[in-house]
């Protein structure tokens, strides 16, 4: 199993949603790592975070991570989805493959 902060960053992609908010995903470079996504268990789903905090893990065929958050804030909403549907993770799709979004404040 892989936690590292740094795997982490390379794992996701970051998009602003409104003033705020950013939206975390899913990145290639994490599709490559795991490999077919065959499982999600979150780590947290509620409340503020801080960077460093680990969120979901992802099992994947070749490898499991573990997802830490690249920055600080409030979990605004997660993907409700994604532990139903984790081959979703599988191929890029932003409406999809987002994980959680976080509220700076």
Not at 46 to 71: A, H, Q, S, Y
């Amino acid at each position: 199993m892989i936690d590292r902060l740094e795997t982490s960053a390379d794992a996701l992609w970051l998009t602003p949603q409104a003033p705020g908010i950013v939206r975390l995903g899913f990145a290639d470079n994490g599709r490559e790592l795991v490999g077919p996504v065959k499982h999600l268990t979150w780590q947290t789903q509620t409340g503020r975070v801080n960077l460093g905090d680990p969120f979901l893990m992802v099992e994947g065929t070749k490898e499991t991570i573990v997802l830490r958050f690249p920055l600080a804030g409030r979990i605004k909403q997660i993907n409700p989805d994604l532990v139903a549907h984790p081959e979703w993770l599988d191929t890029h799709n932003d409406a999809r493959d987002w994980m959680v979004d976080l509220d700076d404040e």
